[in-house]
Each structure stands twice: as C-alpha cells, then as structure tokens.
C-alpha cells in the first residue's frame, strides 16, 4: 500500500507512482469509497467497484505515467487540484504512443490528516 497523501497537491505524483507501480490497490487505496471518476471523456464511474473496472483497463496500457500539479485551492478539509499528465506506452500494433490530458479534481481530508480523491476527472480538458 502507498504511503499516506499529507498535501493535497501532492495527489498527482501519488496517483503518477501508483500508476507506474503496476498494481491495481495502489491506485485504489487513493479514492474515497462514494468517489466519481470521469476515466474518459464522457464516461462516469461511480463507486470503487467501477472505479476498479476503469482504472484496470487504464493499467492494462502498461504504460509509465508523469503528473505535476497546476494548482491546489484548498478550503479546509476539501481541495481543489488540476494536473498535467502524460503516459506513454505501446500500442497492440507496437508503435508508442502518448496520452495527455488536464485533470479536474476534488479531494477530501480525513480524520487522520490524509487525503482522497472525491472526485478524478482525468480528461478535463474534454467533456
């Protein structure tokens, strides 16, 4: 399991190492249990359950993923983030590829002083 997140703007790199890491509860121990992930343009999943779903198929890319934080706007126990990401893998034919996006997130402080994603929209520059 990854280390706790103690800053919100430290989510992307977090999410970044679990990506790379390859393993899927890595990825999960990051999202709050009623969390929304926006995978894809114009999708929704809702729950761990199909957030699992949509950030297998992510990882079955196995590619090697950079994010750095924009910005962070905190207000107590919420923030509001926004990333640059990049991954880079290979497709089925071969070829690399390169994926990018920014994000759209909001994340909640626990109890404990660590934070979770409430809501991911990877794809925030589309719809």
């Known amino acids: 399991m990854p280390a706790k997140v103690l800053e919100p703007q430290q989510m992307n790199a977090a999410f970044a ?7 899927i509860e890595n990825l999960m ?4 249990p009623n969390a929304v992930l926006a995978p894809q ?6 729950g761990l ?4 779903e949509a950030l297998l198929g992510f990882l079955s890319l196995k590619g090697k993923m950079q994010s750095e934080n924009v910005y962070c706007i905190r207000a107590g126990d919420l923030a509001l983030l926004q990333a640059s990401w990049t ?19 909001v994340v909640r402080q626990l109890p404990d002083g660590s934070w979770l994603y409430v809501v991911d929209h990877a794809f925030a520059n589309d719809s």
């Open 17 to 23: 190492a679990a990506y790379n890491s390859g393993d």
């Open 49 to 52: 359950a199909a957030i699992r």
């Open 41 to 46: 343009p114009g999708q929704r999943a809702v």
């Open 87 to 105: 991954l880079s893998a290979m497709g089925a034919d071969g070829k690399p590829f390169e994926l990018s996006s920014r994000t759209a997130e």
């Open 29 to 32: 121990a990051l999202y709050a």
